[in-house]
């Protein structure tokens, strides 16, 4: 098994944690002592990314003949190094990707060696693989969440067409509820390797009907993680191939489509209001009537991007006040429109408007962006902005 690995630490003192034993103990005369490498596992990963290459073929070797003689406390030994938050991050990561390689190979005789060899292992032991895995999505350290992600992907893609973890979708949708953006981002991630891995056909329709409503979730401008909306972005890109049945239906077709162009048209006009604030002028009249008839008719995320819009206006001309201060003339490198004291007769009831949609317990989620807060954010802004 090659064990190479690019990253290149220097030995440290040994540090041993005591793994549980699948099958107990080698015997007394076997001159690999199996007992101690789980023991001394989080050494013997430091030590095979040594720059002495004496101690890292020794550590490689060592790795190798314990995934040789006793595969489960192999494994068991390595997820449970991937999930535990105190171990060193270089000895964790090459945990996960040992763990990846175990499971999957590019020759197909031998990925399905693997797949058979996997499959052939107790149930406890799996159980307990995957549940160290689960847990890392949670960890706080980005590199063996994402190195998790990629293994569950891998024991999915082996498992699911078997009928078997059923409730791995479930409990990976239930994480995006969660208010920690590092967990759903993670979670994301899983899915859209996930949908790399398996066959459309695997995966039943409902469940499939949730994936996508939560990649559609994840890339919402309330959704305030850039790294949760790229991590949504790139699982919608995989979970395509599982929408076959939603793009069969017009409804269904026209709603996904419609939503992506209009959200991704108020976008693009958010950065225009930025970079471009200066060319405004001239369209200010039907922006505002089409901002308007989007916060009130249309999608939440659609209309959310609509308030954003007049938020960015907001902090344009706040930053435009703020450096000139009492100097600003209309001579000045950075014209002052006043956008938004031109639009406040009819901005004002507007914004007004979309906090009448508050939700009776919404206030309770500290997590959620909706309407009334997103319009609530905008008119403290225009509040700001006229005293400025």
């Known amino acids: 098994m090659a064990l190479g690995f690019p ?5 440290r003192p040994p ?34 990314q040594s720059v002495d290459g004496t101690v890292r073929k020794h550590a490689e070797e060592s790795l190798k003949q314990f995934q040789e003689q006793n595969f489960p406390t192999f494994l068991l030994s390595l997820s449970s190094e991937l999930a535990n938050n105190d171990k060193p991050v270089d000895s964790r990561k090459l945990a996960g990707l040992i763990l990846k390689n175990a499971l999957d190979a590019k020759e197909q005789h ?22 160290c895995l689960l847990q890392t999505l949670s960890s706080p350290v980005p590199d063996a969440r994402s190195t998790a992600s990629q ?3 891998k024991i999915a893609g082996i498992e699911l067409p078997q009928k078997q973890w059923p409730e791995l979708i479930g409990s990976l949708l239930s994480n995006i509820h ?16 996930i949908c790399e891995e398996v066959s459309p056909q695997v995966v039943d329709q409902d469940q499939v009907n949730k994936i ?7 890339m919402n401008a309330s959704e305030g993680s850039t790294d949760v909306r790229l991590a949504a972005t790139r699982a919608l890109y995989n979970a395509l191939g599982f929408a076959q049945a939603n793009f069969s239906n017009d409804m269904e077709r026209d709603y996904i489509m419609q939503w992506f162009i209009r959200q991704s048209a108020f976008e693009c006009l958010v950065a225009i209001s930025s970079t471009y604030y200066d060319k405004l002028a001239s369209y200010m009249q039907d922006i505002f009537s089409i901002t308007a008839k989007a916060v009130r008719e249309d999608e939440e995320p659609v209309a959310l991007q609509a308030i954003e819009f007049w938020s960015s206006i907001c902090d344009e ?29 009819a901005l004002i009831p507007m914004l007004l408007e979309t906090l009448l949609k508050q939700e009776e317990d919404q206030d309770q989620d500290e997590g959620a962006w909706n309407l009334a807060m997103a319009g609530g954010t905008c008119l403290g802004l225009v509040a700001q902005l006229e005293m400025t």
């Open 15 to 48: 540090n041993s944690v005591a793994l549980r034993s699948a099958s107990g103990a080698s015997s007394a005369t076997d001159p690999f002592d199996l007992l101690s490498v789980a023991m001394e596992v989080t050494q013997i990963l430091l030590n095979a």
């Open 110 to 131: 031998r990925k399905n060696e693997l797949v058979q060899r996997w499959l052939s292992l107790d149930v406890a032991v799996k159980a307990q693989v995957k549940a």
């Open 151 to 153: 293994v569950i992907a």
């Open 212 to 218: 996508l409503t939560a990649v559609v979730q994840g």
């Open 7 to 11: 990253t290149r630490v220097a030995p």
């Open 317 to 345: 001309e706040i930053d435009i006040l703020d450096e000139y201060g009492g100097d600003f003339t209309a001579d000045s490198d950075i014209p002052c429109y006043y956008f938004i004291k031109q639009a406040l007769p």
């Open 178 to 193: 969660q208010l920690q953006p590092h967990v759903k981002q993670a979670t994301l991630e899983t899915l859209g390797y």
